[in-house]
C-alpha cells in the first residue's frame, strides 16, 4: 500500500497563485509516475500535470504555461505550482502515484484531495 497526503489548498483571488504538495509514504514502487488531477461536482476527474521520475512530464492543454509540476524523488513528494488562478481552476485536486503519465492507472493510489477554490 501507498499513501498520498495532499496540503496546500485554499481560496486565492483570480490571477492569484498556489502551491500544492504532496508526499508518499508506504511501499513505493519504482519507477513511477506522481500527479494531479482534479475534479468538480458532475464532471470526470481529471488529468492537470503529471511527472515520471525520469522528469518526463504531461501537462493538461488549460494549465500550460500557468502550472509547473516538480518532484523531489528522495523525499517522495511532488509539487504543483499554480500562477495565474482563473476561476475555472476551481476542484478539488488529487494527487496519484501510478505507472502512467497520460491516465491514471489500475495499480495507482489516490490521495484523499485538497479544494483549490478561485473566487474574488
Known amino acids: 500500500q501507498v499513501q498520498l497526503v495532499e496540503s496546500g489548498g485554499g481560496l486565492v483571488q483570480p490571477g492569484g497563485s498556489l502551491i500544492l504538495s504532496c508526499v508518499a509514504s508506504?511501499?513505493?514502487?519504482?519507477?513511477?509516475?506522481m500527479g494531479w488531477y482534479r475534479q468538480v461536482p458532475g464532471k470526470q476527474r481529471e488529468l492537470v500535470a503529471a511527472?515520471?521520475?525520469?522528469?518526463?512530464?504531461n501537462y493538461a492543454d488549460s494549465v500550460k504555461g500557468r502550472f509547473t509540476i516538480s518532484r523531489d524523488n528522495a523525499k517522495n513528494m511532488v509539487f504543483l505550482q499554480m500562477n495565474g488562478l482563473k476561476p475555472e481552476d476551481t476542484a478539488v485536486y488529487y494527487c496519484h502515484i501510478g505507472t502512467s503519465i497520460t491516465r491514471p492507472t489500475g495499480d495507482g493510489y489516490w490521495g484523499q484531495g485538497t479544494q483549490v477554490t478561485v473566487s474574488s
Open positions: 508506504g511501499r513505493i514502487f519504482r519507477p513511477n509516475v
Open positions: 511527472m515520471s521520475s525520469g522528469s518526463i512530464t
